[in-house]
């Protein structure tokens, strides 16, 4: 090798040394704070919540695994909460209705205060739009609390409580509107599909149970309680149906509008399904364009810290020649500190055994990669059958269809004719 080509291995060499020590860092300090916040939890007791009139909303669209068990679990929270629950769809065509109004009545059989709404979409993200059309009626206005929870959720045992109970400050610079839940996934089905998304949800430095930890303050709209007067001073559900990451949008305007968001004690489980490998590739790339789009400041940390240990590996062998103690010193500290996360998040999401981590690692990083560089390369994105645009602005543009196009050119041949 020339002078100039060792020079160039010996930087890659010290490049992925420095590296990897922040991964190992990060990895070490996101095990401790993960531990902090378990022992601030565990100091919470679970405040009553009787006489509190709630409103538990399920948007739902399509058949997602297990629906009718889900929505059904809503028998099974624990609460004191005068809880009432509106489940809804955005379409009278929508599969997800029969089983939802199967699931009403088998509820209301119980005693339970169940109904079922339809509310046509008001822009391109439905969720938002249904959530604006239930919480903005007015069984809405007169609930003290909001909760949704999507339709994959089971709450067979949840201690909605807990949740609630984590909304204690009602004044003051520390007042907080808006709770959200970590929550992990439970793998259903079979095929290399839905172990990736296990992987990625519960292997990795993007399992929310883990990531809390160390953003608190984050969002994720899968579970949340908020209080309607918060989310009124930030401008309202309505605002929310042109963003794709309503729950981000959601949460910055709370922030600014002098309302704090926080990570409730008690999560929950996801019901997952059998999806393809390039589904789930997909639905990660999405998560990643609203944080593209919505967050740009923080795409790069995905690239640098979320699946960084393939690109520290690749480094490594480079600086081999030039520097080979520094390369093999890299080498170690990024396996160990991957090794770590792995582990912290199967802890944090309840999975066991110690076999499997030698699998999420590797396949978890692969998806966020390809998630990622998907997210870069394209604003274009598919949501439970709907393809939507991301512009320049961050507002979503929906897109016609194939088959919407193909009438419109229809409709035009015979105007002509």
Same mark, same amino acid.
């Given at each position: 090798m020339t002078p100039a080509m060792v020079l160039a291995s010996s930087v890659?060499?010290?490049?992925?040394?420095?590296?990897?020590?922040?991964?190992?860092?990060?990895? $070490?300090?996101?095990? $401790?704070? /993960?531990?902090?916040?378990?022992?601030?939890?565990?100091?919470?007791?679970?405040?009553?919540?009787?006489?509190?009139?709630?409103?538990?909303?399920?948007?739902?669209?399509?058949v997602d695994p297990g629906l009718l068990d889900n929505l059904l679990s809503f028998a099974e929270l624990r609460t004191q909460a005068d809880l009432s629950l509106v489940m809804t769809v955005d379409d009278p065509g929508d599969p997800a209705l029969p089983i939802v109004e199967q699931a009403a009545a088998q509820l209301c059989e119980r005693g339970l205060d169940a109904s079922v709404e339809v509310h046509p979409p008001t822009g391109p993200n439905r969720k938002a739009s249904l959530l604006a059309g239930v919480l903005g009626g007015e069984r809405g206005r007169a609930a003290q609390l909001w909760v949704n929870v999507d339709s994959n959720v089971d709450l067979a045992g949840y201690e909605l409580d807990a949740l609630l109970g984590a909304l204690k400050s009602d004044s003051g610079p520390g007042r907080l509107g808006a709770v959200w839940a970590p929550w992990s996934e439970l793998r259903e089905g079979e095929g290399l599909g839905a172990r990736?998304?296990?992987?990625?949800?519960?292997?990795?430095?993007?399992a929310?149970?883990?990531?809390?930890? $160390?953003?608190?303050? !984050?969002?994720? !709209?899968?579970?949340?309680?908020?209080?309607?007067?918060?989310?009124?001073?930030?401008? !309202?559900?309505? /605002?929310?149906? *042109?963003?794709?990451g309503e729950d981000f949008e959601m949460s910055s305007r709370l922030r600014a509008a002098g309302w704090g968001t926080e990570v409730a004690p008690v999560f929950v489980h996801s019901r997952g399904g059998s999806p393809s490998l390039d589904s789930v590739i997909e639905r990660f790339s999405r998560w990643m364009l609203v944080v593209r789009t919505q967050r740009a400041a923080l795409m790069p940390s995905y690239l640098l810290l979320f699946f960084a240990t393939p690109l520290v590996l690749v480094l490594a062998g480079l600086g081999a020649y030039g520097r080979p103690t520094l390369a093999l010193v890299a080498v170690g500290l990024a396996?160990?500190?991957?090794?770590?996360?792995?582990?912290?998040?199967?802890?944090?999401?309840?999975?066991?055994?110690?076999?499997?981590?030698?699998? *999420?690692?590797? +396949?978890? *990083? +692969?998806v966020? +990669?390809?998630?990622?560089?998907?997210?870069?390369?394209?604003?274009?994105?598919?949501?439970?059958?709907?393809?939507?645009?991301? !512009?320049?602005d961050g507002r979503l543009l929906p897109m016609l269809s194939e088959a919407s196009a193909a009438a419109g050119n229809e409709n035009e041949n015979d105007n002509e004719s």
């Open positions: 890659c060499a010290l490049v992925a040394l420095v590296w990897s020590a922040v991964l190992a860092w990060l990895a $070490i300090g996101a095990l $401790i704070r /993960r531990r902090q916040l378990q022992r601030r939890f565990s100091a919470q007791p679970v405040r009553s919540q009787v006489g509190r009139s709630v409103l538990l909303v399920r948007p739902c669209a399509g990736a998304s296990e992987a990625v949800l519960g292997g990795a430095l993007t929310l149970p883990l990531l809390c930890g $160390i953003y608190p303050g !984050g969002f994720t !709209g899968k579970v949340w309680a908020a209080r309607p007067e918060a989310v009124a001073d930030a401008g !309202g559900l309505a /605002r929310l149906v *042109d963003y794709l396996v160990f500190a991957r090794a770590l996360i792995t582990l912290g998040a199967r802890h944090w999401s309840r999975r066991r055994g110690f076999l499997g981590a030698w699998i *999420d690692a590797p +396949l978890s *990083d +692969l966020l +990669l390809l998630a990622w560089v998907r997210a870069m390369g394209s604003r274009e994105v598919e949501w439970r059958g709907h393809r939507l645009r991301v !512009g320049r």
